[in-house]
């Protein structure tokens, strides 16, 4: 597979970004630039620009004269990435559903369509997915800063939540708690709307510490 140059370095930041946010990057062993960048038809410098990138980003970690790695899972940095959820999500999403447009509304419900259909066969990309309809419901706000804090610390949060589906009948509690949020966004009950966004994101929490106490 190659890459046909328009921005080169922003599209390798966001094909690797993928490729670690579905887990396809292996967490014990570097991240193999000489193999990646063939595959690519790259030269080493640009994947290398993209790997630090990502490391800003919080996803890898370099290692002297061993290269880079995917971040570890951890408790501590789960705590803080939904906490910033937590502080930030529900008063923005309420105000996207004050000013959604019809079509932002349209968007929003076909992107929990999808969702719901991967969620349901357990298939690739529902964190992906799950990312999309979350930030469908907070771009109408116009909070172009919020949302942007937002969307970083969505990336952070998708391997969370991949991680947090893996229990049964995780994905069906999911389904439902973002078609209540969706119901209420599309109705623009916004009191409803806050307490909804909590409680998922509060449930998350709670969750994620349990499987992720023996790792700290």
Do not use: C
């Amino acid at each position: 597979m190659s890459i046909v140059i328009r921005n080169l370095s922003d599209q390798l930041v966001s094909l690797v970004r993928e490729r670690v946010l579905a887990g396809t990057v292996p967490l014990d062993r570097p991240i193999r630039q000489d193999a990646l960048a063939a595959e690519l038809g790259i030269s080493k410098i640009p994947l290398r620009e993209a790997l630090a990138r990502l490391e800003q980003e919080g996803l890898l970690r370099s290692q002297a004269n061993r290269g880079f790695f995917v971040r570890e899972l951890s408790r501590d940095e789960a705590e803080e990435v939904f906490t910033i959820r937590m502080r930030l999500e529900p008063d923005t999403m309420a105000l996207g559903a004050e000013r959604a447009t019809d079509a932002e509304r349209k968007t929003a419900s076909d992107l929990y369509d999808t969702l719901y259909q991967v969620t349901d066969q357990g298939g690739d990309g529902v964190g992906a997915f799950n990312r999309a309809f979350h930030l469908a419901l907070l771009n109408p706000s116009r909070q172009r800063l919020t949302v942007s804090v937002l969307e970083r610390v969505h990336v952070l949060s998708e391997r969370y939540v991949r991680k947090h589906l893996e229990p049964l009948g995780r994905d069906d509690r999911a389904n439902e708690e973002h078609r209540e949020i969706l119901d209420a966004w599309l109705s623009r009950d916004v009191a409803i709307l806050r307490d909804l966004t909590e409680r998922h994101i509060g449930k998350t929490m709670d969750d994620l510490r349990q499987q992720l106490a023996a790792t700290g």
